[in-house]
């Protein structure tokens, strides 16, 4: 599967964004997404997933702002950013995997990968 995020760009502190990340490629409903962030100088980290079938979950920090869907017959999942903070400024990427071993939370068992898209978040 290909997977390509969009949607990134400048915003104010308090806005929202989405985010899309568009997949080709058949069966995209059986796939598991998650999506990832990175700044500079550190490393990729866990934002959240949805599974097939729709469950999410998300990483503590962004319970609540984050919202993670997906609309398998358009082969997309978005990530819906709301009361955004400086400190979420990053490129964002998605990221995709079928095996069901293995933790979501980490960088490593997602084999397949957008290109990722910067968000910036102006104080």
């Known amino acids: 599967v290909q997977l390509q995020a969009s949607g990134g760009g400048l915003v104010q502190a308090g806005g929202s964004l989405r985010l899309s990340c568009a997949a080709s490629?058949?069966?995209?409903?059986?796939?598991?997404v998650g999506w990832f962030r990175q700044t500079p100088g550190k490393e990729r980290e866990f934002v959240g997933v949805?599974?097939?079938?729709?469950?999410?979950y998300y990483t503590d920090s962004l319970k609540g702002r984050f919202t993670i869907s997906r609309d398998d017959a358009k082969n997309t999942v978005y990530l819906q950013m709301n009361s955004l903070k400086p400190e979420d400024t990053a490129v964002y990427y998605c990221a995709a995997r079928t095996m069901t071993t293995g933790s979501y939370y980490y960088v490593s068992n997602y084999p397949y990968w957008g290109q990722g898209t910067l968000v910036t978040v102006s104080s």
């Open positions: 949805v599974w097939s079938g729709g469950s999410t």
């Open positions: 490629g058949r069966s995209f409903s059986s796939y598991v």
